[in-house]
């Protein structure tokens, strides 16, 4: 049995190696900081994951999970997508609520309640904030969408992931009506960084912050 501290570390790693940039190297110093974890801690158990063969690390270059870690990784993220898509469609949670729930429960449940989640939900290939779940054989398919500030003026286009680190940002973009499946269209753009007048499906718009605009993942129609 691995410890949860194990599997999120894990399934922290794995998001960092397939977060959309190539320069980002997952450092030590990286996973403290975005852990809330002392350095030491970091180092201590990237040694302890390294000597189990679930990671290589190269000092002063990263760390890379091998294919042992990448699959207890996937596991763990199968089980919290599954869980946050439960309870958002079967208990009716908020999307700012789900994530946190789901990390106190990813941990505890077996294969077979797993297995009655995923009939339950009609065996389900995307999350409740359009991240891709994987499958129980270990297989995920990343889908890449564009980001919401990067949409050209006058380009059409459907929400398809949000990201799900900021509870308060969730309700925000809830509150405007941002959700999967919302059709979108930026109207103009504000220069030096400035907001983005964004029309929401066909009856409103909003004035949209660019940093909201960045965590919004959308497919342009053509």
Not at 85 to 108: K, N, V
Not at 114 to 128: C, H, M, N, Q, S
Not at 182 to 204: H, M, N
Request: aromatic share 6%.
């Amino acid at each position: 049995m691995l410890s949860q501290a194990i599997e999120d570390y894990l399934k922290f790693i794995y998001k960092l190696q397939h977060s959309g940039n190539p320069e980002q190297r997952v450092t030590t110093s990286v996973i403290a900081e975005r852990l809330g974890v002392a350095a030491a801690s970091a180092t201590n158990m990237i040694k302890k994951l390294a000597e189990m063969h679930l990671l290589v690390h190269a000092p002063y270059q990263g760390v890379e999970l091998t294919s042992a870690g990448e699959k207890i990784a996937l596991e763990t993220i199968r089980h919290h997508r599954l869980i946050e898509l439960y309870l958002a469609q079967a208990l009716g949670y908020s999307w700012d609520q789900i994530d946190a729930e789901a990390d106190r429960l990813e941990h505890a449940i077996s294969e077979e309640f797993e297995d009655r989640i995923d009939k339950a939900l009609g065996y389900p290939t995307v999350g409740a904030h359009g991240e891709p779940i994987p499958t129980k054989q270990g297989q995920i398919e990343d889908l890449e969408y564009a980001r919401l500030s990067d949409l050209a003026i006058g380009q059409p286009a459907v929400i398809r992931r949000v990201s799900d680190r900021n509870p308060e940002m969730l309700r925000y973009m809830e509150r405007l009506g941002l959700q999967l499946g919302t059709r979108v269209e930026v109207r103009e753009k504000a220069p030096f960084s400035g907001p983005l007048q964004v029309q929401i499906d066909a009856d409103k718009e909003e004035s949209l912050g660019l940093e909201v605009a960045h965590n919004i993942f959308v497919d342009a129609d053509d």
